[in-house]
């Protein structure tokens, strides 16, 4: 009767047992699936930014279930017409197709690692459109029997702010790079204070520079820098600010804290300069014919080739060659002012009398012809054929907000104030500065 209890008692453990384990095996398998269906998903679903600028792509694009799509990644030294010519496209076939996409964008923007997607047909396999994207545009182009049809549709974004702050140690473009600007970036931190400040002979060692700039996110997961929407420099002892303001009027641009445009009617120099190796002077002794001459310009000491600009807006009256001034240009501006640059090595491309020019725009590059004894660019002003010294010229500013518009700046430049200089560090710049 024992053994009989016994072997009951075994057999119901061995019955129990080998249901125990195959319950937790059950729920072993299903905790482990529960756990990994979203990755288990997740693998079997295309992954929406797994590819840069895929998703995107099929987001905006229609579904094309009849033909079929290749991607190609930009090689070094491709263009469009490059990979055009990859599948047979002829070239006046392929310039056509480019002459539909320039309106929307720049083709040479596209880069070595871009993607672009090539259309086929199943049948016969020939190009029947391509898909890109530059920037925040979509490119789609597709062959109609009209020709070559593009489209151009926007990228979803988000515009995400921050502010970066810096100190030189050695060029802006170091510094700034070390702040963590990107390197356009750097180039428009320029531009916006060049009408003050110029860059080479004004900054100092130690001078800080902070500024507020977007970073846009895309949807297929590329980032990319955006404006500047406000920056602080120190240049020596003087300290610049500026803000990007949009008018209601719809135009946009830079403004100082007091709602003046960053612009002027000149630049503050014609080239970045390592000295000025002979000011205005009515009373200089001559370097080559050893007599005292007045000296009625500006000689910017910079190396041979240095790039010259038009230190504003106006229209080239002479380029050419002209006695004891060499290879040398006039420019007319408004209010009866104008402007001579001499020595140069050469001219810009293509500058001829008649051309209108901007402020920045090139006009030619530093050199000694003429009566020079080194490279260096000789640099006259005029108001009515009379010389002045441009140094001293008070040069206005072009535009100041009124009315509404200066007040929603007010608000504006208080909120980009505090952001660029948050509590704790005006209590560091105190410190820093033994205050």
């Given at each position: 009767?024992?053994?009989?209890?016994?072997?009951?008692?075994?057999?119901?453990?061995?019955?129990?047992?080998?249901?125990?384990?195959?319950?937790?095996?059950?729920?072993?398998?299903?905790?482990?699936?529960?756990?990994?269906?979203?990755?288990?998903?997740?693998?079997?679903?295309?992954?929406?930014?797994?590819?840069?600028?895929?998703?995107?792509?099929?987001?905006?694009?229609?579904?094309?279930?009849?033909?079929?799509?290749?991607?190609?990644?930009?090689?070094?030294?491709?263009?469009?017409?490059?990979?055009?010519?990859?599948?047979?496209?002829?070239?006046?076939?392929?310039r056509a197709l480019i002459e539909k996409?320039?309106?929307?964008?720049?083709?040479?923007?596209?880069?070595?690692?871009?993607?672009?997607?090539?259309?086929?047909?199943?049948?016969?396999?020939?190009?029947?459109?391509?898909?890109?994207?530059?920037?925040?545009?979509?490119?789609?182009?597709?062959?109609?029997?009209?020709?070559?049809?593009?489209?151009?549709?926007?990228?979803?974004?988000m515009r995400e702010t921050r502010v970066?702050?810096?100190?030189?140690?050695?060029?802006?473009?170091?510094?700034?790079?070390?702040?963590?600007?990107?390197?356009?970036?750097?180039?428009?931190?320029?531009?916006?204070?060049?009408?003050?400040?110029?860059?080479?002979?004004?900054?100092?060692?130690?001078?800080?520079?902070?500024?507020?700039?977007?970073?846009?996110?895309?949807?297929?997961?590329?980032?990319?820098?955006?404006?500047?929407?406000?920056?602080?420099?120190?240049?020596?002892?003087?300290?610049?600010?500026?803000?990007?303001?949009?008018?209601?009027?719809?135009?946009?641009?830079?403004?100082?804290?007091?709602?003046?445009?960053?612009?002027?009617?000149?630049?503050?120099?014609?080239?970045?300069?390592?000295?000025?190796?002979?000011?205005?002077?009515?009373?200089?002794?001559?370097?080559?014919?050893?007599?005292?001459?007045?000296?009625?310009?500006?000689?910017?000491?910079?190396?041979?080739?240095?790039?010259?600009?038009?230190?504003?807006?106006?229209?080239?009256?002479?380029?050419?060659?002209?006695?004891?001034?060499?290879?040398?240009?006039?420019?007319?501006?408004?209010?009866?002012?104008?402007?001579?640059?001499?020595?140069?090595?050469?001219?810009?491309?293509?500058?001829?009398?008649?051309?209108?020019?901007?402020?920045g725009d090139i006009i030619g590059y530093?050199?000694?012809?003429?009566?020079?004894?080194?490279?260096?660019?000789?640099?006259?002003?005029?108001?009515?054929?009379?010389?002045?010294?441009?140094?001293?010229?008070?040069?206005?500013?072009?535009?100041?907000?009124?009315?509404?518009?200066?007040?929603?700046?007010?608000?504006?430049?208080?909120?980009?104030?505090?952001?660029?200089?948050?509590?704790?560090?005006?209590?560091?710049?105190?410190?820093?500065?033994?205050?």
């Amino acid at each position: 009767m024992r053994d009989l209890r016994q072997a009951a008692k075994q057999s119901t453990r061995t019955v129990l047992g080998n249901f125990l384990r195959r319950c937790t095996g059950v729920v072993i398998a299903t905790t482990v699936l529960l756990l990994c269906a979203p990755l288990l998903r997740a693998l079997h679903e295309d992954p929406p930014f797994r590819q840069p600028k895929q998703a995107a792509l099929n987001a905006v694009a229609e579904s094309l279930t009849s033909q079929s799509r290749i991607g190609v990644q930009v090689r070094s030294g491709d263009t469009l017409g490059t990979v055009l010519k990859r599948f047979g496209v002829a070239p006046p076939s392929a310039r056509a197709l480019i002459e539909k996409v320039r309106p929307f964008v720049n083709p040479r923007k596209i880069r070595p690692g871009d993607n672009v997607h090539v259309v086929l047909d199943p049948g016969d396999r020939t190009v029947r459109g391509m898909e890109f994207v530059v920037d925040d545009n979509l490119i789609r182009v597709k062959a109609t029997e009209n020709g070559w049809l593009a489209e151009r549709h926007d990228l979803p974004a988000m515009r995400e702010t921050r502010v970066v702050h810096g100190t030189i140690k050695g060029s802006l473009y170091e510094s700034g790079a070390e702040a963590g600007l990107a390197p356009q970036q750097i180039l428009d931190l320029a531009r916006i204070f060049e009408y003050d400040v110029d860059f080479l002979s004004d900054f100092q060692r130690g001078d800080d520079f902070s500024a507020m700039v977007e970073e846009v996110r895309y949807s297929d997961g590329r980032r990319a820098p955006g404006r500047i929407i406000a920056a602080e420099i120190e240049a020596g002892r003087d300290v610049f600010n500026a803000l990007y303001f949009t008018s209601k009027d719809g135009s946009g641009d830079y403004y100082s804290l007091n709602g003046e445009s960053m612009r002027r009617s000149f630049l503050r120099a014609p080239l970045s300069y390592a000295r000025i190796s002979s000011p205005f002077n009515r009373n200089r002794l001559h370097p080559i014919f050893r007599t005292v001459r007045q000296h009625m310009a500006i000689d910017y000491a910079a190396p041979a080739g240095t790039p010259v600009v038009a230190i504003g807006r106006g229209r080239v009256e002479f380029v050419g060659w002209r006695n004891g001034y060499g290879n040398v240009v006039d420019i007319r501006h408004s209010g009866n002012y104008s402007s001579r640059y001499a020595h140069f090595s050469r001219f810009a491309e293509n500058l001829r009398r008649g051309q209108s020019v901007d402020p920045g725009d090139i006009i030619g590059y530093v050199g000694q012809t003429g009566h020079a004894t080194g490279p260096h660019l000789h640099f006259e002003f005029l108001n009515g054929g009379t010389k002045i010294n441009f140094l001293d010229l008070h040069i206005p500013k072009t535009r100041q907000l009124v009315g509404e518009d200066l007040a929603r700046f007010n608000r504006l430049r208080e909120q980009a104030q505090t952001l660029l200089h948050p509590p704790e560090s005006r209590v560091a710049d105190r410190s820093k500065k033994g205050l």
